[in-house]
């Protein structure tokens, strides 16, 4: 069994959607650049090589088109993600203080 761990944190969730986010876009903008390079290529096809091009050009829309809600989707659950990681950060630091205040420090000191 291995003795790493994941520390999720506030930090880590927002540093996770940031990053899902970069992606996202980098993708889009790959998938445009693609479609936009491979466009002259379509005046060269005539015939079922033609229909079969544009049907690719409508189908990696499409494909990119679904990435991008996906991931869109994915960056949503991360920013509830987030919320809960900071609503369990705020109740643990309410709990400390509630404890600490109830706490009689006196009583433990040595004399």
């Known amino acids: 069994m291995s003795s790493q761990h994941i520390d999720v944190n506030a930090d880590s ?3 996770l959607m940031t990053t899902t986010e970069q992606a996202l876009q980098e993708l889009g903008s790959q998938v ?3 479609m936009e ?3 002259p290529m379509g005046d060269s096809f005539s015939g079922q090589a033609k229909t079969d091009f544009d049907e690719l050009n409508r ?3 499409e494909v990119a088109a679904d990435l ?3 991931l869109g989707r994915m960056n949503e659950g991360q920013a509830e993600f987030s919320k809960v990681i ?3 950060d705020e109740t643990m630091a309410d709990e400390a203080r509630t404890q600490m ?3 009689n420090f006196d009583a ?3 004399r």
């Open 13 to 15: 969730a927002s540093d």
């Open 32 to 34: 445009t650049k693609l």
């Open 37 to 39: 390079a491979a466009e």
């Open 59 to 61: 189908r990696a829309g």
């Open 68 to 70: 991008n809600r996906g």
């Open 86 to 88: 900071m609503a369990g």
């Open 101 to 103: 205040s109830a706490a």
């Open 108 to 110: 433990a000191k040595f």
